[in-house]
Nanobody, 129 residues
Framework: HVQLVESGGGSVQAGGSLRLSCVVS????????LGWFRQGPRDEREGVAT???????TYADDVKGRFTISQDNDRRFLYLQMDTLKRDDSGTYYC????????????????????????WGQGTQVTVS
């Protein structure tokens, strides 16, 4: 039984930083991607940063250079360091583990129809004012 639990959200002023953490418990099996996704009040859930089993990281264009995703060697902890935060970064951030059927270098950031066996955390709220 795989469970993901996020923490680290909160309220911060624009230009500030937050660090999100996700504890991954249980055997993720062939779910080779871990990622952080964001959802606004009227938006679809979108990929922010992902990391593949081989360590390849992928970022959404609007967070490149500001956010950094990392994981421990055992893939039991997933982190998202968010710097120079903007108001548009506000939303609920979800940690996810899944299998991607995409074959390109950005495979873990592929759209939802390429994701299988998804497991999601409960989300953590980030508010940038």
């Amino acid at each position: 039984h795989v469970q993901l639990v996020e923490s680290g959200g909160g309220s911060v002023q624009a230009g500030g930083s937050l660090r999100l953490s996700c504890v991954v418990s249980g055997n993720t099996g062939n779910r080779d991607c871990l990622g952080w996704f964001r959802q606004g009040p009227r938006d679809e859930r979108e990929g922010v940063a992902t990391v593949g089993y081989d360590g390849t990281t992928t970022y959404a264009d609007d967070v490149k250079g500001r956010f950094t995703i990392s994981q421990d060697n055992d893939r039991r902890f997933l982190y998202l360091q968010m710097d120079t935060l903007k108001r548009d970064d506000s939303g609920t951030y979800y940690c996810a583990a899944y299998l991607s059927s995409a074959m390109n270098s950005r495979r873990c950031m592929a759209p939802a129809n390429f994701r299988f066996r998804e497991i999601w955390g409960q989300g953590t709220q980030v508010t940038v004012s």
